[in-house]
């Protein structure tokens, strides 16, 4: 359902004052629990009737918004797990959009978007490539960054995020990033010049060259 007009200035106004409050379920091994999540300036905090935890965002190794979650990677290490990092997974309704802007604005490479939030901008029709069966959709090249919007899955990359585009050829481009490289299939041709356009905007929105 649509947020209507009131209960959307009312989040932002919340994002405004530091913090916003949702419902979230903690996803166990067996079950899972119901519990409330907090965000702010400061960091992330789920209170459940059995857990209870809160991270700094300098403790998270990786933060991970989904369109329906959330993924929260620590240093900590799992005995379980042979020494693993302990990861907390999270489901539910969330403000992705909202927590999209403001998690983007105010955190480090550590925070993936995991999903297409709403950017707005040229689009190209394409494919993503992968091992076992890729996806279809368009690439997004925004003033913000650059999105994958694919059926069941989507990325949104900031520039700041792109450690590099690069393509072989008029009907491919890769976007590698600090969390990995991801390929497209492009269904319609890509000239010279516009790849220079969006390197050349991924070079200088990175402050690599002025």
């Not at 300098?58 to 005995?79: A, H």
């Not at 993936?112 to 939030?117: L, M």
Request: hydrophobic content about 40%; proline content about 2%; overall charge positive.
């Amino acid at each position: 359902m649509a947020i209507g007009k009131t209960a959307a200035a009312g989040l932002m106004l919340a994002f405004q004052l530091g913090a916003v409050q949702f419902a979230m379920r903690h996803e166990h091994l067996r079950k899972g629990c119901d519990g409330t999540m907090t965000v702010d300036a400061a960091g992330v905090r789920f209170a459940g009737p059995k857990h209870g935890w809160e991270w700094k965002y300098d403790d998270i190794e990786r933060l991970t918004l989904l369109p329906n979650g959330l993924r929260i990677l620590t240093y900590k290490d799992s005995k379980l797990r042979l020494g693993a990092d302990v990861e907390f997974r999270f489901t539910g309704k969330l403000p992705a959009n909202e927590l999209y802007r403001q998690w983007s604005a105010q955190l480090d490479q550590r925070f993936v978007a995991a999903g297409f939030f709403g950017l707005e901008g040229e689009r190209i029709l394409a494919r993503r490539l992968a091992r076992i069966a890729g996806s279809q959709g368009a690439l997004v090249f925004a003033s913000g960054g650059i999105a994958w919007n694919g059926a069941g899955e989507g990325r949104t990359w900031r520039y700041r995020d792109i450690r590099n585009v690069s393509s072989s050829g008029p009907f491919q481009l890769s976007i590698t990033t600090f969390e990995k490289q991801f390929d497209f299939q492009l269904k319609q041709p890509i000239t010279e010049a516009w790849y220079n356009r969006v390197w050349l905007d991924v070079e200088k929105k990175n402050g690599r060259i002025q």
